[in-house]
């Protein structure tokens, strides 16, 4: 094992020091001046209607506003994969809290008054508000125009449906398969709307100034992608439109892509010279950010008397909500992976992104995989328990392992899944019963397997800048973003490896699309791996910089230099040694007073050239989709109180193969963090809708997330690192994975425990004692 | 109504024109340029927007700013006007944050339930945290953070 001198070393996280002070400035947290304008914004009342008219008159009359906009003016279609998306709808609704129009005036308090004054006619149209009832032959169409969208080539948008997508799979011969199976088993599985809940709500602030340029700072993830479609959409060129990207609190997956900003965008370009600013409220954020997929899934699963697994069918029914903009890739990436971590021969997988009258649904922490995975595990407990197999023993049995096909026929790469399924198992002291004083009280296990791929396009890329100053300490510049996972101190990380300098000597900068260079998106638990690997090369190419100019200017071979403590060295020169800050800005002076060399910079990028989304629609085979997946395996503890239906977490533990991990106590707090919000989903989180479309709960009291006083007290996080070929170190992601595990781990304990099957999430305690009370009958 | 209010905003006494309806938090941050308290809710749910009213910690977004008059205001400004506070540190070494959003409001809660409650056990810090949300770290390492900074004998 090669020894590392910051690679795997415990240190605290280079934002930290800034974080606890608040010295790490939030999009709020700037000032832009006594001039600043503020946007208000009218959302719709209903879930599907047509527009008539808007009359806009009264509002701009009030003093101090400076303008009224909707979709007369900016109904331009936007979108990620597929642009179904209006920047205010022209014509129709799609759902309640959808933009209608906006108000920039110079307080929030005139905005919001004026915003009560525009008088909209609508005429209200049937509204769909399930997905079943959406792909119904009679349902209302929500997007008539769905043939006339741009699409990415590898998405299959179906005209005259209310069909987003359909990524089918299909390997060996399923037929045959079930026919030779010993057992089958067929059931449905259900997972409800839940919202990312950051702290900090989504934030825009915009200037279009007389130049023509439109900057923006935005709480995001994605600032070369915003910088993208909004050029595109709003005909700017890329090089006159800015992002930056100061601290987030809290992304998740739904400050990916673009959503609220470009109502900003657009209020900016209408007050040429103005600052203006718009901040979602709680409930806002809730209507109008984006939501995670409700899922309806299928399985049919066949299995030999032995254990092993032949044929499995799965079928996502996910409502993305009124777009599929960016929820379509969600839909996309889970059809190719919807075997989850198994070795299957046979097998059939339809994955529908499915149009309905709720708000859009994107990316979430896990990227559809969460939800699946709850269907697919509690299945996999089912069948072991019918074999009469230990339900540990059937997963390692099918467990998929390295050189196996998976879906879409190519080889699965190197995977530490069979130690992480043993190293849990251990620690939670599987087979092991424990036992309450409490006679109510029934304490219980349940475990799940997980993978996940980042769901990228085939030319995502990333790339980074890195440059000295005279006291040898560094800048480097990328265009990642820190969400709280510890991307500065990864970057930092890495750097410090390379060029053997103190992490306190390294600065890692916030995107700004002006400055900083190109990165993807920081989604997919990607940049770990790809901007990582453009971060490496860049301070390499700095350090082959270094030992050339030293080469040049000393005469000492190349090949023989190398760095340590942050002095050049040299292999056939003992006594040699040149600190960096003696020459990374003004060279080396030489005998004739001379110098050899200039400012030290490297850049790097990365782009993953063997991926292609280049597959056959029919079977999903023949192409690269999926660079690399993450294995991993998590189980709990429960105590079920059968009084009250409540349930505690006593003990947890969670294991992924990170390839290499950089940060051991970063990513412990991915594990823990991670665990915390799949506990969510598993016992309280859900957004209720009425038959209307409008949301019920959208505020937190209402809506519960975890607190302090629901961690369980035992949590144990566990790495395995079994190296990914092409990731810096050997390092893949495991940021979003940590939340896969939770729901079905939590309900295949309670399966065990009480001996009721609950079927969707969450958990509630009237569910509990409702599948009591029907299995006591 | 606008109305003009005088109060000890860490140890400084400050004037400022409200509006009868204007939220302590909003006065805060856009008039008096205290960043610290953060709007996560709106609604008193949260508690990244908490602040110290006479050394007890209340939630700006829902308290008047005319309310506070004559009063004295603590944030994490005021509170590490020294330097840092060995609960501070505690924080940095332990990484207790990820987004870091909420650690001014947990900050506050904390630094008051600890004059009160110097040596707390676990649970009592659990519980003294339950009120302010912390969507990214699962709260161990705030808890451990807490825990570490307030060791008996230390
Ligand atoms: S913002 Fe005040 S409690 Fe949430
Ligand atoms: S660290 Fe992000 S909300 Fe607490």
Redesign the pocket.
């Known amino acids: 094992m090669t020894d590392y001198k910051y690679i795997g070393k415990r240190s605290v996280r280079i934002d930290g020091l800034a974080?606890v002070t608040c010295t790490a400035q939030y999009t709020d947290d700037l000032e832009f001046g006594p001039n600043l304008l503020h946007i208000a914004v009218l959302s719709s009342p209903y879930a599907h209607a047509r527009i008539l008219s808007i009359d806009t008159s009264e509002a701009e009359s009030i003093p101090g506003v400076k303008a009224v906009i909707s979709g007369r003016d900016f109904s331009q279609k936007f979108g990620l994969y597929l642009k179904d998306h209006s920047i205010f709808p022209a014509d129709r609704v799609r759902y309640v809290g959808e933009q209608v129009a906006a108000v920039v005036a110079t307080s929030e308090k005139i905005a919001k008054t004026a915003i009560k004054k525009i008088k909209v006619d609508y005429e209200p149209l049937q509204n769909v508000q399930c997905a079943l009832d959406a792909i119904k032959k009679d349902a209302i169409l929500i997007h008539p125009d769905l043939g006339n969208y741009e699409v990415v080539p590898w998405l299959y948008p179906q005209a005259g449906t209310n069909i987003g997508h359909i990524r089918k799979i299909r390997k060996g011969n399923i037929e045959k398969a079930f026919a030779e199976a010993d057992y089958i088993l067929e059931d449905q599985y259900h997972v409800p709307h839940v919202v990312h809940a950051?702290?900090?709500n989504h934030i825009a602030v915009a200037l279009y100034d007389y130049e023509g340029r439109l900057t923006m700072w935005n709480s995001t993830q994605s600032p070369h992608t915003q910088r993208n479609i909004l050029a595109s959409c709003l005909k700017i060129p890329h090089k006159n439109v800015r992002i930056i990207a100061p601290y987030v609190?809290?992304g998740f997956g739904g400050k990916a892509g673009i959503s609220m900003e470009v109502i900003a965008a657009v209020a900016a370009l209408k007050v040429q010279g103005h600052y203006v600013k718009l901040r979602w409220n709680r409930k806002e954020e809730f209507e109008n950010s984006s939501q995670r997929q409700e899922l309806f899934a299928k399985i049919k699963m066949g299995v030999k008397k032995d254990g092993t697994i032949v044929a499995l069918r799965h079928k996502l029914f996910w409502d993305v909500g009124s777009s599929a903009e960016y929820g379509s890739n969600v839909v996309n990436a889970t059809g190719f992976s919807a075997i989850g971590p198994y070795n299957i021969p046979n097998v059939h997988i339809d994955s529908y992104a499915i149009y309905t009258n709720r708000p859009p649904c994107g990316a979430y922490r896990g990227f559809g995989y969460s939800e699946f995975h709850f269907g697919l595990e509690s299945h996999i407990d089912r069948i072991a328990k019918k074999l009469n197999i230990d339900a540990v023993e059937f997963r390692k049995k099918n467990a998929i392992k390295r050189g196996d096909k998976v879906a879409y026929g190519v080889e699965m790469g190197p995977t530490g899944l069979m130690e992480c399924i043993e190293k849990v198992a251990k620690k939670i002291e599987w087979g092991k019963e424990t036992k309450s004083d409490d006679p109510d009280k029934i304490r219980a296990k349940g475990f799940s397997i997980v993978w996940k791929a980042p769901a990228m396009p085939p030319n995502e890329s990333s790339a980074a800048f890195l440059k000295f100053s005279e006291d040898g300490s560094i800048n480097i510049l990328v265009s990642g973003m820190e969400l709280?996972q510890g991307y500065l101190t990864s970057m930092a990380k890495i750097a410090a490896e390379e060029l053997s300098i103190p992490l306190e000597k390294i600065r890692v900068e916030h995107p700004d699309t002006d400055r900083n260079p190109y990165e993807w998106q920081t989604v997919a638990s990607h940049t770990t791996w790809s901007s990582g690997n453009a971060v490496r090369k860049a301070a390499i190419e700095a350090k082959n910089r270094i030992f050339d100019t030293v080469s040049r200017a000393l005469h000492y071979p190349k090949e023989a230099l190398y760095l340590e403590d942050e002095k050049v060295k040299c292999k056939e020169d003992s006594k040699f040694e040149l600190p960096l800050r003696d020459f990374v800005i003004n060279g080396i002076q030489m005998k004739d007073g001379t110098f050899r060399g200039g400012p030290i910079m490297g850049t790097g990028i990365f782009m993953p050239e063997f991926s292609s989304a280049k597959v056959n629609p029919e079977t999903g085979q023949g192409g690269y989709p999926n660079v690399h997946y993450t294995t991993g395996a998590g189980a709990v503890e429960i105590e079920i109180d059968k009084k009250t239906g409540r349930i505690k977490v006593l003990k947890m533990a969670e294991a992924f193969d990170g390839g290499k991990i950089l940060n051991p106590e970063l990513a412990e707090g991915q594990i823990i963090?991670g665990f915390m919000q799949g506990l969510g989903t598993a016992l309280w989180e859900e957004v209720k809708f009425d038959e209307n479309g409008k949301i019920l709960n959208p505020n937190f009291t209402d809506y519960k997330i975890p607190t302090a006083l629901e961690t369980p007290d035992e949590m144990y996080p566990i790495f395995v690192e079994v190296p990914q070929p092409d990731g810096p170190y050997g390092a893949r992601g495991i940021g979003e994975h940590t939340m896969i595990p939770v729901m079905p781990a939590v309900g295949n304990a309670i399966a065990n425990g009480l001996g009721i099957r609950l079927k969707e999430v969450p958990f509630t305690p009237e569910k509990i004692l409702d599948a009591l009370e029907e299995k006591g009958k | 109504m606008k109305r003009e209010i005088t109060f000890t905003l860490n140890d400084d006494i400050v004037s400022v024109y409200v509006e009868s309806d204007e939220k302590l938090l909003d006065v805060l941050r856009y008039k008096l340029g205290i960043k610290s308290p953060k709007q996560?809710c709106g609604r008193g749910e949260c508690g990244?927007c908490s602040v110290l009213l006479n050394g007890k910690s209340v939630r700006s977004c829902i308290i008047y700013a005319v309310e506070i008059d004559g009063q004295k205001i603590e944030t994490l400004e005021g509170i590490q006007k020294n330097g840092i506070t060995k609960l501070q540190r505690s924080f940095v070494e332990h990484n207790?944050?990820?987004?870091?959003?909420?650690?001014s409001g947990?900050t506050i809660t904390m630094t008051e339930f600890l004059r009160k409650n110097p040596y707390p056990k676990i649970a009592e810090i659990k519980e003294a945290l339950s009120g302010?949300?912390?969507?990214?770290?699962g709260y161990k390492s705030?808890v451990d953070a807490i825990a570490d900074a307030t060791k008996e004998g230390e």
Do not use: D, H, Y
Not at chain 2, 96 to 103: K, S, V, W
């Open positions: 974080k950051p702290l900090e609190g809290g709280g963090g | 996560g990244s207790a944050f990820q987004c870091g959003f909420c650690a947990v302010n949300l912390c969507r990214c770290t705030i």
